[in-house]
């Protein structure tokens, strides 16, 4: 069965940082793009950023643009979400999605495979 499943979420302060990781389980994320999507509580799932399969080209959203950075570790079938800079607006739960496009997205409807979500509160 295919799945995603993300982890590294938690509470973290102001100004502070996260490594959120989004771990593939019965596929291989090479020949996926990769988004994240995070939703905070009474708004819409938002894309974040994304990356291609193959060629690695990434996309960030401007709210987060030089503060995340979204990259894969094929060897260890996972994708990365270094979140620097954290400010209360970036609280929600992040998901992680698979596409098997080549090319990355941050459209939700364009992904296949979803993850539970992982809990990222931004709080002094």
């Known amino acids: 069965q295919l799945h995603v499943v993300e982890s590294g979420g938690g509470l973290v302060q102001p100004g502070g940082s996260l490594r959120l990781s989004c771990a593939a389980s019965g596929f291989t994320l090479d020949y996926y793009a990769i988004g994240w999507f995070r939703q905070a509580p009474g708004k819409e799932r938002e894309g974040v950023s994304c990356?291609?399969?193959?060629?690695?080209?990434?996309y960030n959203e401007d709210l987060v643009k030089g503060r995340f950075t979204i990259s894969r570790d094929n060897a260890k079938n996972t994708v990365y979400l270094q979140m620097n800079s954290l400010e209360p607006a970036d609280t929600a739960v992040y998901y992680c999605?698979?596409?098997?496009?080549?090319?990355?997205?941050?459209?939700?409807?364009?992904?296949?495979?979803w993850g539970q979500g992982t809990q990222v509160t931004v709080s002094s």
């Open positions: 990356i291609s399969s193959f060629d690695g080209d990434t």
């Open positions: 999605a698979a596409d098997s496009a080549n090319s990355c997205s941050i459209y939700s409807h364009e992904y296949d495979y």
